[in-house]
């Protein structure tokens, strides 16, 4: 399993995902989820992928060889908006569906996998686009500005409370390493490394792109200081008094 958040704000993006996969309890391995498909001063896509590993790395191949084709056919350095990209994305998961599903299927393998897409194309706004394993996709919204895939329930809470379209990247970001923290304290199959990209809008360019390891001095002041603060918090409340 693992788990991705991306943030679509008015000052600009956070994209995450761990770094985890397994396949019980004594296979675990560490594959990044993030790619990020970047021309300075013309375009900014990252992507982040859950699901069977094998359908997504097969999907951003397809993607990438493509793009470095050469011919006139629309791949992601000629798309002329996100819809485009996100369109591409589908596809190129529908394709890899379509040729691999059935076999999988056949020896009770789930093929199940989706993308988180976003970034911005020079000439439009920054967009954010959830593309689920059928391929179609739905865009983030100033009313749901943010997209999970995987193990999204346990950082849910805390995003719900604390995200709008004004939030900084700043705190967004603390905000999104508070719900990985989260995620990783109640499901083992979420961990460490956490890949994180901070784009600020209109810059056409990463902000900040950095993996966290455990190590990390500021995950670990968050990981800390979030539990104090919970505990600290939880004796303050009163107790009920209902007889």
């Not at 300075?40 to 990252?46: H, N, S, Y």
């Not at 719900?160 to 990783?184: H, Q, Y």
Request: glycine share 8%; proline share 4%.
């Amino acid at each position: 399993m693992t788990y991705c958040v991306a943030m679509s704000l008015d000052a600009g993006m956070i994209f995450a995902s761990d770094s985890r996969t397994n396949a019980g309890v004594d296979q675990v391995g560490r594959f990044s989820k993030m790619r990020v498909f970047a021309r300075e001063g013309d375009r900014i896509i990252v992507t982040l992928s859950s699901g069977n590993l094998s359908m997504t790395q097969s999907a951003l191949n397809i993607l990438d060889q493509r793009a470095r084709s050469g011919d006139n056919q629309q791949q992601l350095w000629n798309a002329t908006s996100m819809f485009d990209v996100a369109r591409l994305v589908g596809d190129a998961l529908r394709e890899v569906k379509t040729r691999d599903g059935p076999y999988l299927l056949q020896n009770n393998i789930d093929s199940h996998a989706n993308f988180i897409v976003g970034g911005q194309l020079r000439g439009e706004p920054p967009r954010l686009f959830e593309v689920y394993s059928e391929g179609n996709f739905i865009e983030a919204t100033p009313d749901t500005c943010y997209f999970q895939i995987g193990e999204s329930k346990y950082g849910k809470p805390v995003i719900d409370r604390v995200i709008t379209r004004a939030t900084g990247l700043l705190e967004a970001t603390k905000c999104t390493i508070v719900s990985f923290d989260s995620t990783m304290r109640s499901n083992i199959s979420v961990g460490l490394p956490i890949d994180l990209a901070v784009y600020e809008t209109d810059s056409l360019k990463l902000k900040l792109q950095k993996r966290i390891e455990e190590s990390d001095p500021y995950f670990r002041m968050v990981h800390t200081q979030w539990g104090e603060g919970l505990r600290r918090v939880f004796a303050e409340l009163p107790n009920p008094d209902w007889t």
